[in-house]
């Protein structure tokens, strides 16, 4: 089963783009889903299904058409389905601060449910091969990169707190009990929670098989949402995730001539410029501004003739070389690039801001580090068969 995972920044059209990518996989024969992780569900209204606005029919996989079928996590149903302990506790120590008890269940959905969620999902559906690829709808990037790390924080979690955590409580509950001003956790909760991890299990693996999941980066040509493109690009590395395009979506057609425009359309060139330069060489794909909104069936097929214009497979593995990685080897941190057309010749390395840049011949890229090594300097590099390893000190 092949994952397509779909971010962006709020608003740039990732459901759009995510819902005619299925579109154009159930033309070329692949069973197909969608589904959506953003809690702000609007694939449902991409199709132009109709219906109520909080309706829940799409909480299972729902056929839109031939091979085609949609999703969207339903997170109360989900609840009833596999946190029923959990949010049970969580629910209970909140009406002890005075809370009711609707408002004590709406606020007993805690960050990362959704996301934990719809992993489960991926899990199960890898598993039963109901589905030859799952597109993921993801919410906006900070979302979805807690998505993607989810599953090593729940890892870390596991091995190192809840052990101890559950026998800790084990032996001083009787006592806890009758001192502590909040109940403790149940036997209960720890099973719904070892429950809930082995629901999980596996699917870090999963998602940084770059021949099974790629990340696909939905943009506009503005400086404002690039930033924060790039920030997602660098993160999704740090995650192990392999970014294999970048859409720009909403770019004004040549012809649109009316003046009001000419400022936008200068800035949207330097822009998609400067896209492609930051990213290669991963491919950057272009769509247009349409005219109108892009909702329903039809419209998103004209949406995928124009992205996918002759004819491409979008399940395609293209690229499995993770375009760059950060080490830590014997507390010694490192940046590794694949640089497979790099030339025989000086590198150059140094330090903008939080980025480093490297310059092979006339080729730069600017690779942003993240928080924990941003302080760091290069203190060397050299090639490792096609790896630029860029060693990193402490300024
Ligand atoms: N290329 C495009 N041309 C015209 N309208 C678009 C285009 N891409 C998206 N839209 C519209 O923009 C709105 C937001 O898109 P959506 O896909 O929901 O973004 P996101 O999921 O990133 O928040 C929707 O109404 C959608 O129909
Ligand atoms: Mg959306």
Not at 20 to 45: E, F, I, N
Not at 226 to 233: D, G, H, S
Not at 328 to 351: C, S, T, W
Not at 387 to 393: N, P
Request: with cysteine; hydrophobic share 40%; glycine share 8%.
């Amino acid at each position: 089963m092949r994952i397509l995972l779909y971010s962006g920044k709020g608003g740039v059209g990732k459901t759009s783009i995510a819902a005619a990518t299925g579109v154009q996989l159930a033309r070329r024969g692949y069973k197909t889903l969608v589904m959506s992780v953003d809690p702000a569900h609007s694939l449902a209204d991409s199709f132009d299904l109709g219906g109520q606005l909080f309706h829940g029919a799409t909480g299972e996989p729902t056929s839109v058409a031939d091979r085609l079928w949609i999703q969207e996590v339903n997170i109360q149903r989900e609840i009833k389905r596999h946190w029923q302990a959990i949010s049970g506790y969580i629910t209970s120590l909140l009406r002890t601060t005075g809370l009711g008890d609707v408002e004590a269940e709406e606020m007993a959905i805690f960050p990362g449910m959704e996301e934990l969620s719809a992993l489960m999902y991926v899990n199960q559906y890898r598993k039963t091969a109901e589905f030859d690829v799952v597109v993921l709808d993801c919410a906006p990037t900070a979302e979805s990169l807690r998505f993607v790390s989810l599953p090593t924080t729940l890892d870390w979690y596991m091995k190192h707190v809840f052990s101890w955590e559950r026998k800790l409580l084990k032996a001083i509950r009787p006592l806890a009990n009758r001192l502590a001003p909040v109940e403790m956790p149940p036997e209960k909760y720890f099973d719904n929670v070892q429950d809930l991890f082995g629901k999980i299990e596996g699917i870090d693996t999963i998602l940084e098989d770059s021949s099974i999941t790629s990340v696909r980066l939905v943009t506009n040509a503005e400086k404002m949402v690039l930033r924060e493109t790039q920030r997602a690009f660098v993160y999704f590395s740090l995650h192990g995730l392999t970014v294999d395009q970048v859409v720009v979506n909403r770019l004004f057609p040549a012809d649109v001539q009316d003046a009001f425009f000419d400022n936008w359309r200068v800035t949207q060139g330097a822009v998609l410029a400067e896209i492609e330069a930051y990213f290669a060489p991963i491919p950057v794909s272009r769509v247009p501004l349409f005219r109108s909104e892009v909702l329903g069936f039809e419209r998103l097929g004209i949406l995928a003739d124009t992205l996918y214009a002759n004819g491409e497979d979008p399940a395609l593995v293209t690229r499995t070389d993770r375009p760059y990685s950060f080490v830590r080897n014997d507390g010694q941190y490192q940046v590794r690039m694949h640089l497979p057309f790099a030339e025989k010749g000086e590198i150059g390395l140094f330090k903008k801001d939080d980025e480093l840049v490297v310059e092979i011949g006339t080729l730069r890229r600017h690779i942003g580090l993240p928080t924990s090594m941003s302080q760091l300097i290069p203190s060397g590099a050299r090639m490792d068969g096609d790896i630029l390893v860029v060693e990193m000190r402490s300024a």
